[in-house]
């Protein structure tokens, strides 16, 4: 099978955790935590594996400058801006949001790494690809060339980088002497969730993938996973191919939306911190996690004993708003 480049810039492999006392509060379950958020300190998170092999690509093919986009508290954001500032590329952004809004958080670190900023509004956020190839148009005519990457870098060279960490767990596995029968992810964009997807397809691994869906719904995120994986098809020379029935994403879990917590959910991340020492975010993996913690109180995971969780990080991005809930404990 053939196999884009990667670059190597993420701390790998990432550490897998034992929850030991979640698990024991759980009671007939094992949760396990795939520490991702500890990639890197600059780079943190899932988006650097993606990168990794994005960059490669931009590199290979004679770009000079990343452009990409997200909210303005992006993890992805702050990742593409660190790493090119460690690779020697230029970055631009256009992220959505304000004026008013707190140069802090990963909006700070985007600055501080040097990448070019362009606020909009939400509105005009809605044509970003417009956006995307107008910034790479005006590039162009002064010399320079933009590889652009979409949010999350979640299209199907970014999908190799959660192809690749799938390999990764299968390896702890045997180090661990654990079989892990569910693995478990946020999907905010698809692009982890469509590369664990297809590389546990590929190699007939029996663990189920599921996603946990923290913005839209299901039927919008099952077929981004579908068109992700069509186009990693075209980098392998493969021709897997999923229903919306074989793609297990949990809805139910998006609460108030992107990127806006509820009290319960703000409330669940303060207690997993106390009772484990593990700081989840409140746009991904907060939300998430406390989608898997409900549906094993539900009895509707009861057939899996091992499930490993991916800590996708994000530790970057809390806002006033949800640092007030916390404080007024």
């Not at 809805?251 to 108030?256: C, I, M, S």
């Not at 990127?259 to 997993?272: H, P």
């Not at 109180?297 to 004993?305: F, P, T, W």
Request: hydrophobic share 40%; glycine share 10%; with cysteine.
């Amino acid at each position: 099978m053939k196999m884009p480049r990667k670059l190597t810039i993420a701390n790998l492999p990432t550490n897998i955790e034992h929850l030991k006392r979640l698990s024991s509060e759980l009671g007939n379950v094992a949760i396990y935590l795939k520490r991702d958020d500890q990639t890197g300190t600059e780079v943190s998170g899932n988006k650097i594996r993606k990168l990794e092999f994005a960059i490669a690509e931009a590199i290979d093919n004679g770009y000079d400058t990343l452009i990409t986009c997200g909210a303005v508290q992006s993890n992805h954001a702050r990742a593409t801006a660190a790493a090119a500032a460690k690779i020697g590329l230029k970055c631009h952004l256009i992220l959505r949001g304000s004026n008013e809004d707190v140069f802090e958080g990963n909006y700070f670190l985007d600055g501080l790494f040097g990448a070019s900023i362009d606020i909009v509004s939400s509105e005009e956020f809605k044509n970003i690809d417009t956006l995307l190839k107008a910034k790479q148009d005006e590039l162009e005519t002064k010399g320079r060339k933009g590889y652009v990457l979409p949010i999350g870098a979640s299209n199907g060279i970014g999908g190799f980088g959660y192809f690749h960490a799938m390999n990764e767990i299968l390896e702890q596995e045997k180090y661990l002497g654990i079989h892990f029968d569910a693995i478990v992810t946020t999907v905010g964009s698809a692009g982890t969730f469509a590369g664990l997807l297809y590389a546990n397809t590929l190699v007939k691994n029996d663990a189920v993938v599921y996603g946990i869906n923290i913005s839209a719904d299901r039927e919008y995120f099952a077929g981004e996973t579908k068109k992700i994986i069509a186009e990693m098809n075209d980098y392998t020379g493969e021709n897997i191919s999923l229903s919306y029935d074989e793609i297990p994403i949990i809805n139910g879990y998006a609460g108030r939306g992107y990127g806006l917590s509820t009290k319960d959910e703000i409330d669940f991340i303060k207690y997993i911190a106390s009772l484990e020492g593990v700081a989840l975010d409140p746009v991904y993996t907060g939300k998430a996690f406390y989608g898997l913690y409900n549906e094993i109180k539900k009895g509707n995971l009861s057939n899996h004993k091992n499930i490993l969780f991916i800590h996708t990080g994000g530790i970057f991005g809390w806002k006033a708003e949800q640092r007030d809930i916390i404080k007024n404990f």
